[in-house]
Nanobody, 119 residues
């Protein structure tokens, strides 16, 4: 059974930092990509950052220069270092792990971790 366990969310003041972690277990075939998405109240879920098996990264324009995504391939773990946090970064952050090639395709989501940026 596949599990994605997220950690690192919490309450932080504007300008502060947080580091999110997402550890995947029960995965047999290596992911094509891992990433983070977020959903603020009343808004749709949006991409924050992704990283491929080849370590190519993609960031939302709103987080470029402030957030950094990384991965530990051996541990199937993805991290999101968030610096210079702003109130508009407040959201539930979801980890995603996916594989789009045979012999096994999959797309898994974590349960979400709350990030609140407020003074």
């Amino acid at each position: 059974q596949v599990q994605l366990v997220e950690s690192g969310g919490g309450l932080v003041q504007p300008g502060g930092s947080l580091r999110l972690s997402c550890a995947a277990s029960g995965i047999t075939f290596s992911p094509s990509a891992m990433g983070w998405y977020r959903q603020a109240p009343g808004k749709q879920r949006e991409l924050v950052a992704t990283i491929t098996s080849g370590s190519s990264t993609t960031y939302a324009d709103s987080v470029k220069g402030r957030f950094t995504i990384s991965r530990d391939t051996a541990k199937v773990t993805v991290y999101l270092q968030m610096n210079s946090l702003k109130p508009e970064d407040t959201a539930v952050y979801y980890c995603n792990v996916n594989r789009m090639t045979i012999p096994m395709k999959y797309n898994y989501w974590g349960q979400g971790t709350q990030v609140t940026v407020s003074s």
